[in-house]
């Protein structure tokens, strides 16, 4: 949220406002508004991904410089989800990068080609896998292993079966427990990385 | 908690691009405005992302996953971190059996409205009580007999355990993710040159004839690939001095000869040009570089006796 005022502050005169305004929009109360935000955030860096974008998070910010820039004028008329009009804005801002002269993309090697930056960058992360881990409660740890768990007596999904049973859960809430674990894994390599960058 | 079970098949489609594009912008749509579908989603993606790691997407799925995934930074960090992932989980799962870390406790990230259940552990004592009375009985009543068995049983335990503890040492990693990947490119070259509708369905960019090597005879065979058409196939014709009813396995080798990948059940045909055994390959696994394919041919023992041996230099080609 930082960077997006930042932002902002370079170009409007009455920045902070706006964005007051966006989170407004965003949501009846802070708490709302900044988990809405964060959902909004998330929705925008996996479509710049899933459309094949280079930069995901730059182009995210860009959708936030701009629905901040005009909220003053969007948000009082506007009906229906606030949503609705960052995919709006998110579309055009992806047509706008496709215009750009394409970068030259490498294929990718296979790993017996593998090129030392790859594997060394494989270890760092194995590396923030095991740090991160360890901030894991010691039943997030043995959800995870056993949902990934395969024995010569029951596969993949007979042991998953079998540890929703004893949870109390549906197949389905596990997989979704699993995958919030994995998201709590991933915010933490994140961290990592943000805090080895220059 | 909602199912999005009924959705599954419709996701996946949009994640490999092939929903329509109305029905695309639709559900990027609800994405944006349902939580708990763009967590599906998610969810749905990092499946997608294994079954490809794991070699479960059929021919199609497959080639359109690459088109979309390993295309783009961003995409192929997602997937690079899903193998990471698995590479990890894999390694904590020889580390330590997760069925002997004891009961779950109540999971505080549980999904509303579900708690753990959790059943109390049985006494120990009373379970093993019952149990072994007639060991205890055995050794009272017969001890030298007992304490021999007890002594040959122990040592046939040690000579099991050294013959275990060695074939362990001496195996390769399981979890090695080079011979992961080279599993998944073998299992696509098996499916292009065994399945006859997939083979047929392939047209080659490129046909190198390729002769046997002979000690001091003849040029190295040229191919010229480049970035413009690494996602074609290349058919090799392998020449045969003479051929038979047998199947062929042809071992791809670098010039320092590590083994790179193999094809096996592979026949030879006859053509105007002589006795051939005929293979695609994606250009994708050519880099520039010198190869060596080594023919070899299953006899009547089973095992493989190679036949010939052909060289073969792959050159960058410039658009």
């Known amino acids: 949220m930082k960077r997006i005022t930042e932002r902002v502050h370079s170009i409007d005169e009455t ?18 508004a900044a988990e809405k935000y964060e959902q909004v955030r998330q929705s925008l860096l996996n479509y710049f991904r899933r459309h094949g974008a280079a930069d995901p998070p730059s182009l995210a910010d860009e959708v936030f410089v701009r629905v901040t820039r005009k909220v003053g004028e969007v948000a009082p008329t506007y009906v229906g989800d606030p949503t609705h009009y960052f995919l709006a804005v998110a ?31 494989k270890e760092l992360l194995l590396q923030s896998l095991e740090q991160c881990w360890a901030q894991l409660t010691p039943d997030e740890q ?16 007979e042991n998953r079966e079998q540890l929703a049973r004893e949870l109390g859960l549906t197949v389905n809430a596990l ?12 915010r933490c390599i994140e961290r990592l990385a943000a805090r080895k960058k220059p | 908690m909602l199912d999005f079970n009924k959705q599954a098949t419709e996701i996946r489609r949009f994640l490999l691009g092939r929903l329509p594009e109305e029905s695309a912008e639709h559900l990027e749509e609800r994405i944006f405005a349902d939580r708990d579908f763009a967590e599906e989603v998610e969810i749905a993606e990092s499946e997608l992302i294994a079954d490809y790691h794991e070699n479960n997407l059929g021919p199609e799925d497959r080639a359109l996953f690459e088109r979309k995934y390993l295309t783009s930074p961003a995409n192929i960090q997602a997937v690079d971190y899903e193998s990471a992932f698995r590479e990890f989980i894999r390694g904590k799962l020889k580390e330590e059996d997760p069925l002997h870390r004891g009961r779950l406790g109540l999971m505080a990230t549980s999904p509303a409205g579900s708690e753990a259940k959790v059943s109390p552990a049985q006494p120990e004592h009373s379970k093993h009580g019952l149990r072994f009375s007639w060991l205890r009985r055995f050794f009272v009543t017969r001890p030298l007999l007992a304490n021999l068995t007890a002594a040959v049983s122990l040592l046939l335990l040690l000579a099991v355990g050294f013959w275990k503890l060695s074939a362990y040492l001496t195996r390769p990693p399981a979890g090695d993710p080079a011979q992961t990947e080279r ?37 190295m065979s040229r191919l010229r690939i480049g970035d413009f058409n690494r996602s074609s196939f290349i ?18 080798l670098d010039d320092r000869r590590n083994e790179l990948f193999v094809v096996e059940d592979l ?53």
């Open chain 1, 15 to 32: 920045p902070e406002n706006d964005f007051e305004r966006l989170l407004a929009w965003l949501g009846e109360n802070p708490g709302q």
């Open chain 1, 91 to 121: 579309r055009n801002v992806l047509a706008e990068w496709r215009r750009q002269p394409a970068q030259a993309e490498l294929p990718q090697d296979i790993p017996v080609y593998q090129v030392p930056e790859e594997h060394e960058m």
């Open chain 1, 142 to 157: 043995t959800v995870l292993l056993r949902y990934y768990l395969e024995t010569p007596s029951q596969s993949v999904s």
């Open chain 1, 175 to 186: 997989r979704v427990m699993t995958h919030r674990v994995r998201g709590k894994l991933r």
């Open chain 2, 183 to 219: 599993r998944a490119i073998e299992g696509e070259l098996a499916r292009l040159n065994t399945a006859p509708s997939t083979s047929l369905q392939v047209t080659p960019a490129v046909t190198v004839d390729l002769q046997p090597v002979q000690r001091g005879v003849g040029a």
């Open chain 2, 235 to 252: 058919r090799l014709r392998l020449g045969l001095i003479q051929s038979g009813p047998v199947n062929y396995r042809a071992a791809f």
């Open chain 2, 267 to 319: 026949t030879a045909q006859n053509t105007p040009e002589g006795p051939q055994v005929q293979l695609l390959v994606p250009a994708k696994y050519f880099k520039p570089g010198d190869y060596q394919i080594s023919l070899s041919a299953l006899n009547r023992g089973g095992s493989y006796e190679e036949v010939n041996s052909y060289a073969l230099r792959v050159i960058e080609a410039k658009q």
